[in-house]
């Protein structure tokens, strides 16, 4: 069974900087396009980065230039550095395969709050 494990959510101030990880059992991990996705109070869970196997990257429009998703494929891992935090960015984190597998996390919760 696969397992996805999240970490590094935390209180921060607008403006501020977290750096989300994740750990991803898949086999093959490298194979797989990854994503982070955040779900916030009362509305849908929604892909906001992904990474191909050989880097390629993609990000929704509401996090270009502040959000930057990286892996190693080696150790299993995905990374999301979030800097310039907004109030809307507050949500939980997820990390997933893209398009997603049946399979997710606890996630981490990410606030932005003064």
């Known amino acids: 069974q696969v397992q996805l494990v999240e970490s590094g959510g935390d209180l921060v101030q607008p403006g501020g900087s977290l750096r989300l990880s994740c750990v991803a059992s898949?086999?093959?991990?490298?194979?797989?396009?990854m994503g982070w996705y955040r779900q916030a109070p009362g509305k849908q869970r929604e892909l906001v980065a992904s990474?191909?196997?050989?880097?390629?990257?993609n990000y929704t429009d509401s996090v270009k230039g502040r959000f930057t998703i990286s892996r190693d494929n080696a150790k299993k891992l995905v990374y999301l550095q979030m800097n310039n935090l907004e109030p809307e960015d507050t949500a939980l984190y997820y990390c997933?395969?893209?398009?997603?597998?049946?399979?997710w996390g606890q996630g981490t919760q990410v606030t932005v709050s003064s």
């Open positions: 898949f086999h093959f991990f490298s194979i797989y396009v």
């Open positions: 990474i191909a196997s050989g880097g390629l990257t």
């Open positions: 997933n395969s893209a398009p997603a597998s049946i399979y």
